[in-house]
């Protein structure tokens, strides 16, 4: 990925939760792992009017339901929040092994794909994925889709995200392409 200047990130970060019995929200890195992927999410379940309507509001949710959380989220308006450390695993996918590798990022929107994802959260996301890609080394092809590692039952970002662009647009580093990863055999050939 192109060298990238850290973006302006707003930090509210959870406090550990316990949920049945097991750490909730994160835990620590399995054997000091370093993320080696990123994962993009959209908050909304598909049905109209049903992204959170705040970055607080979708930090009050993690907080309360105690279960999952990602690193980051990513509003409407190109707001950035942190919700968990990076060096932290936060629970962002069920699909095991992904946690401890990679970081997940949440785009406020509903997810039915008639939503937009307007210009300002495009850019602030492209800028955050630069900035934590050349921090942590991660190649473009390393970014990924929640529904490219869990097709079963996920379906975000919405279809009418623009992830070939995206993609593209993060320019590439030694060794990488700027391919999208779309299917879960492409996905899962990172190191687990």
Do not use: C
């Not at 869990?150 to 993609?167: G, K, L």
């Amino acid at each position: 990925m192109e060298q990238a200047d850290e973006p302006a990130i707003q930090r509210r970060l959870l406090m550990p939760t316990q949920h049945d019995g097991h750490a909730g929200l994160f835990t620590s890195r399995p054997n000091g792992y370093r993320p080696v992927a990123i994962v993009m999410h959209a908050t909304g379940s598909g049905k109209a009017g049903s992204e959170f309507e705040s970055l607080d509001a979708l930090g009050d949710f993690f907080q309360r339901q105690g279960v999952a959380a990602s690193h980051f989220a990513v509003d409407r308006r190109g707001r950035i929040m942190q919700y968990v450390r990076e060096d932290q695993a936060a629970f962002h996918a069920s699909r095991p092994g992904w946690n401890g590798i990679s970081i997940g990022i949440e785009l406020l929107n509903d997810n039915t794909g008639s939503q937009p994802f307007p210009d300002a959260q495009v850019v602030a996301t492209r800028q955050l994925v630069q900035y934590l890609g050349t921090r942590y080394g991660i190649a473009a092809e390393a970014v990924v889709q929640h529904r490219d590692i869990q097709p079963e039952d996920r379906s975000d970002p919405a279809v009418n995200f623009r992830w070939d662009d995206f993609t593209r647009s993060l320019g590439s580093g030694v060794g990488s392409s700027t391919q999208s990863r779309r299917t879960a055999e492409g996905s899962q050939r990172l190191p687990l």
